[in-house]
């Protein structure tokens, strides 16, 4: 059965740090994969998303980036963290039958 | 700008009762899914509902889906103090890359 990975689950850092948040799936190959971002008591905010390994799409302009070095890894970064960064992170994958599945999520916290 | 925007935002009733939540959207979809998250969650896939699908039922869920307005609701039945979550519902537009946008979701909570 297909798994999905996320960590840290909580992040503290300070204005300014680098950030680096991991997802992995586990079970499935050449997963979609998806980046979102969700403020408190919020919707969820689509950041990137993957059909292919090295291949991007950014849908918010903003100081995040993201990667995939490998097909079932799904990297988000920031060279410069800001305070509107905080929020809660949510990886997730598809296959080509639509239903998204998330992981756990990171709560990052930016101070 | 959000593409499903939920109605009620916030839904408040007793354990037994049925619980209905709608869905509004703007564009051409492909499909529309609804998902439930717990507090502090990953979200959970519930159930997806094609454009050329009125009706859909899964165990106490039942979605229905008006193209012509552009609207979706889905209805949970007897429902359970474990219900208690957030629901979303979230579209596929048309020509979209398996690309979903999620609406601001309704909280509800069923009271034991």
């Known amino acids: 059965s297909q798994t999905i990975h996320q960590w840290p689950a909580t992040l503290v850092q300070p204005v300014g740090s680098p950030l680096s948040l991991e997802c992995t799936v586990e079970g499935t190959s050449n997963p979609n994969l998806y980046w979102y971002r969700q403020a408190a008591g919020r919707g969820l905010q689509l950041l990137f998303y993957?059909?292919?390994?090295?291949?991007i799409s950014s849908e918010v302009p903003q100081n995040l980036s993201a990667s995939r070095p490998q097909d079932r890894q799904f990297i988000l970064s920031s060279k410069k963290l800001l305070l509107s960064d905080s929020g809660f992170y949510l990886c997730?994958?598809?296959?080509?039958?639509?239903?998204?599945?998330f992981g756990p999520g990171t709560r990052l916290t930016v101070t | 700008s959000q593409q499903g925007e939920e109605d009620p935002q916030a839904l408040s009733i007793q354990e037994g009762e049925n619980a209905t939540m709608n869905c509004s959207y703007k564009t051409s979809i492909n499909n529309l899914q609804w998902y439930r998250q717990n507090s502090g969650r990953g979200l959970v896939h519930l159930i997806l509902i094609r454009s050329n699908e009125r009706e859909k039922h899964s165990g106490r869920l039942r979605v229905t889906l008006d193209t012509s307005k552009k609207s979706s609701s889905l209805l949970i039945t007897a429902s359970r103090a474990a219900d208690t979550a957030s629901y979303f519902c979230a579209t596929e537009v048309s020509g979209g890359y398996q690309k979903v946008t999620f609406g601001i979701g309704t909280k509800l909570q069923v009271i034991p």
């Open positions: 993957s059909v292919g390994i090295g291949q």
């Open positions: 997730a994958w598809s296959d080509r039958h639509y239903e998204q599945y």
